[in-house]
């Protein structure tokens, strides 16, 4: 088995399931995400079940004993190598061994880069598809960026990454001036006037806040129960500018056009000792700010 275990919020756990997915398909074994943490996780919770997702369930007695939960049974597992192999994350970047796993593993990390699935794009963008049709508010929505042919999506990450001090120090949020000249490239690119459709955890500080020179249409009805929305309309939009969040970042690149422009933050943590140089996809455009 491939046994991925899942933690963080939305992005997070698409960007583990697509690794996952991915070594599946390479190797042949059944994917099994282990959910366990979510058991104790009070801030987050398991939110892959409104995509297509192909996940073997399993006993949850049947998989490797947890570090924090079974300190004793997780040791006896390591030393005497009984079960899958547990591969954790090393570093933020991309790891050639984890691409490279041929057998049974249980695998720990966040996986942030699109190194680690590109090669099956097609599989998982169906994967991670909305299961379900939009409601009539969605499909409303949807319809009207679909129609608009200069539709750019733009998120603002605010929510912890502004209440939360660690986080505020850890992430940092994308200063006035990224999406200034974020927006001044796709609109030279475009050789139009772009369409804003703006995406936000805090859409009233967007109201009152966001100036740029474009018609900017704010997008705040749904919550964070049905941000699965929110990815489906963004991936809908011709264009896209990012924040440093996984949430916008699987939103552009679910947009399967190969002439999408995204452009993302060129200083993706706020906090230097932190570095991924495989974020940014290929093709994006790393804008200053």
Same mark, same amino acid.
């Given at each position: 088995?491939?046994?991925?275990?899942?933690?963080?919020?939305l992005g997070n756990q698409m960007f583990q399931y697509a690794l996952g997915r991915?070594?599946?398909? @390479? =190797? $042949?074994?059944?994917?099994?995400?282990?959910?366990?943490? %979510?058991?104790?996780?009070?801030?987050?919770?398991?939110?892959? #079940?409104?995509?297509?997702?192909?996940?073997?369930?399993?006993?949850?007695?049947?998989?490797?004993?947890?570090? @924090?939960?079974?300190? !004793?049974?997780? !040791?006896?597992?390591?030393?005497?190598?009984? $079960?899958?192999? !547990?591969?954790?994350?090393?570093?933020? *970047?991309?790891?050639?061994?984890?691409?490279?796993?041929?057998?049974?593993?249980?695998?720990?990390? %966040?996986?942030?880069?699109?190194?680690?699935?590109?090669?099956?794009?097609?599989?998982?963008?169906?994967?991670?598809?909305?299961?379900?049709?939009?409601?009539?508010?969605?499909?409303?929505? !949807?319809?009207?960026?679909?129609?608009?042919?200069?539709?750019?999506?733009?998120?603002?990450?605010?929510?912890?990454?502004?209440?939360?001090?660690?986080?505020?120090?850890?992430? $940092? =949020?994308?200063?006035?001036?990224? %999406?200034?000249?974020?927006?001044?490239?796709?609109?030279?690119?475009?050789?139009?006037?772009?369409?804003?459709?703006?995406?936000? #955890?805090?859409?009233?500080?967007?109201?009152?806040?966001?100036?740029?020179?474009?018609?900017?249409?704010?997008?705040?009805?749904?919550?964070?129960?049905?941000?699965?929305?929110?990815?489906?309309?963004?991936?809908a939009c011709r264009h896209h500018i990012i924040a440093n969040s996984s949430f916008?970042?699987? *939103?552009?690149?679910?947009?399967?056009?190969?002439?999408?422009?995204?452009?993302?933050?060129?200083?993706?943590?706020?906090?230097? =000792?932190?570095?991924?140089?495989?974020?940014?996809?290929?093709?994006?455009?790393?804008?200053?700010?």
């Amino acid at each position: 088995m491939i046994i991925m275990r899942m933690k963080g919020g939305l992005g997070n756990q698409m960007f583990q399931y697509a690794l996952g997915r991915s070594l599946s398909l @390479k =190797t $042949g074994l059944p994917l099994v995400l282990d959910r366990r943490h %979510y058991d104790r996780e009070r801030e987050h919770g398991f939110a892959l #079940d409104g995509f297509k997702l192909v996940d073997m369930p399993s006993d949850p007695a049947l998989l490797p004993p947890v570090l @924090k939960e079974r300190p !004793l049974a997780y !040791l006896y597992a390591k030393l005497s190598r009984r $079960g899958p192999y !547990l591969l954790r994350e090393q570093s933020l *970047g991309f790891d050639p061994a984890i691409a490279a796993v041929s057998g049974p593993v249980w695998l720990e990390g %966040y996986f942030q880069s699109e190194r680690y699935f590109n090669m099956h794009a097609d599989v998982i963008r169906a994967e991670l598809t909305p299961a379900s049709e939009p409601d009539a508010e969605n499909a409303r929505w !949807l319809a009207e960026i679909e129609a608009e042919p200069n539709a750019v999506s733009l998120h603002v990450r605010r929510g912890d990454y502004v209440r939360n001090a660690k986080f505020a120090a850890h992430h $940092g =949020t994308c200063t006035p001036d990224y %999406y200034t000249r974020a927006l001044d490239h796709i609109a030279q690119q475009m050789g139009a006037e772009p369409v804003i459709y703006a995406f936000s #955890d805090d859409p009233e500080w967007v109201h009152e806040n966001l100036r740029l020179p474009a018609e900017i249409r704010v997008v705040g009805h749904n919550d964070a129960s049905r941000n699965v929305e929110d990815l489906r309309l963004m991936s809908a939009c011709r264009h896209h500018i990012i924040a440093n969040s996984s949430f916008s970042w699987w *939103g552009a690149w679910l947009n399967p056009r190969a002439d999408k422009i995204v452009t993302a933050p060129a200083v993706w943590f706020a906090d230097p =000792t932190n570095v991924n140089p495989d974020i940014w996809a290929e093709g994006w455009v790393r804008i200053e700010g």
